[in-house]
């Protein structure tokens, strides 16, 4: 079998999606695909450009001509995804037929464009969505629910999603916003399957004895990390005005590690207030991330009201991997409050509730024998349902289901010669 993947970013990019997808093409090929990413040559944030090609573990890396603003500007994002538009359009007419392209959703609508070109070439194609346009553009601000853009883009999706061989969600709750877009008869064709974590990579570790804890000086503090992208997504002011409740407590810190578009409100709200116990830090490369995660005490998970079903926290399944619990911010509708109701591995605080979160972040602070049965917890789902393994195994199943062929017959390490 052989498949593509459709994102505009892709190894070596730091994004959380582009090391899912990187994570999701390494498992593939090890099973007997052959994987080709198409990607731009950009990053997330902009910056240098990238090889047009290379391999990468087996993984066959496209990369068609982009533009590189990054996340900074909107002009710029704007430019970054017209121009990967074409570009991608040009590498899927003049790439050697697959059997299968996986088109994520980003940049959005970028699946209608792989549609086109999937049905001038008779292969099958795959809707992988991470997140749900227009809606969570009406749901961030960016556009009103109502105006003719947003209906025109909203109809427009739905054409992409109807027309895919199938359609994959992460969660039932994403499954219920999607099911409705597509009609009866395509809801059939929808599989969920949840990101994951590396459970090799990520494994419980003891958080007072990291070299990340001992470079910082966190050995003595109560933790309370973000972890990832700073995005629109997000939830932080409930975080940041419960860490100005609790700026008298020197041993409990803020910490902040990542980039992204809401990186300057969590600076001018830390400025404006003056505030000595919030830290925020750049990127910890890949391979440090079990340090970073188990320096943390609660393990903060965020998401804007309205955004339960419209995208789904992949941090969240680091987290459990880690066996920290998790400290979710949002709508009791999402997901993650889900998971953490059913399986007692953390706490649920709405938005906009700091005093709750302040009131949460304190008990915890003064009875750390609480955290044991949600840290044990933690792990066991994650390995029960959100190791990484599992969602190869899901993906295959899915392959198999879009093109008829026995999941079986994948899993075998002998591939075909390219063309």
């Excluded at 990054?70 to 899927?92: C, E, I, P």
């Excluded at 199943?397 to 008829?404: A, H, Q, V």
Aim: with cysteine; charged share 25%.
């Amino acid at each position: 079998m052989r498949i593509i993947i459709l994102h505009q970013f892709f190894y070596p990019d730091h994004s959380a999606v582009s090391q899912l997808m990187t994570d999701l093409a390494e498992s593939l090929t090890q099973r007997g695909v052959e994987v080709t990413a198409l990607a731009g040559r950009g990053r997330y944030n902009g910056g240098e450009a990238l090889p047009p090609r290379e391999e990468y573990r087996g993984i066959r890396i496209e990369r068609a001509w982009a533009t590189s603003y990054g996340k900074s500007s909107d002009v710029g994002r704007l430019a970054d995804y017209l121009s990967f538009y074409f570009g991608a359009a040009w590498k899927l007419l003049c790439m050697p037929r697959h059997d299968i392209v996986v088109a994520l959703t980003t940049p959005p609508l970028i699946s209608l464009l792989a549609l086109l070109v999937v049905r001038l070439r008779r292969m099958r194609m795959i809707v992988l969505v991470q997140d749900i346009y227009p809606d969570v553009a009406v749901a961030v601000g960016t556009l009103k629910a109502h105006s003719p853009v947003t209906k025109a883009l909203d109809w427009l999706n739905r054409l992409a999603l109807r027309g895919a061989d199938r359609i994959i969600v992460l969660s039932e709750c994403m499954r219920e916003r999607v099911a409705p877009k597509v009609g009866e008869k395509a809801s059939l064709s929808i599989d969920v399957i949840p990101n994951w974590a590396d459970g090799e990579l990520i494994k419980p570790l003891e958080n007072r004895e990291n070299p990340f804890a001992r470079k910082h000086n966190l050995e003595n503090s109560f933790v309370v990390l973000f972890s990832g992208n700073f995005g629109l997504v997000n939830e932080f002011q409930t975080v940041l005005k419960a860490a100005d409740r609790l700026r008298g407590r020197t041993d409990i810190v803020f910490l902040f590690i990542g980039d992204g578009a809401r990186k300057h409100e969590i600076e001018d709200f830390v400025r404006r207030h003056d505030l000595e116990n919030v830290r925020i830090m750049p990127y910890e490369r890949r391979d440090l991330v079990p340090y970073s995660l188990a320096a943390g005490d609660a393990l903060l998970v965020t998401l804007r009201e309205g955004m339960a079903g419209l995208s789904v926290p992949s941090k969240t399944y680091a987290i459990l991997a880690a066996g920290r619990p998790v400290l979710f911010v949002g709508d009791k509708q999402s997901d993650v409050a889900r998971l953490i109701a059913k399986h007692e591995c953390g706490e649920v605080v709405a938005s906009g509730d700091d005093a709750r979160l302040a009131a949460v972040i304190t008990d915890w602070a003064a009875n750390t024998a609480k955290a044991v049965g949600m840290e044990r917890r933690a792990r066991e789902v994650f390995e029960r349902r959100f190791d990484r393994h599992h969602a190869v195994d899901a993906y295959l199943e899915s392959f198999s289901k879009c093109i008829g062929i026995d999941p079986g017959t994948l899993d075998s390490p002998v591939k075909k010669p390219r063309n």
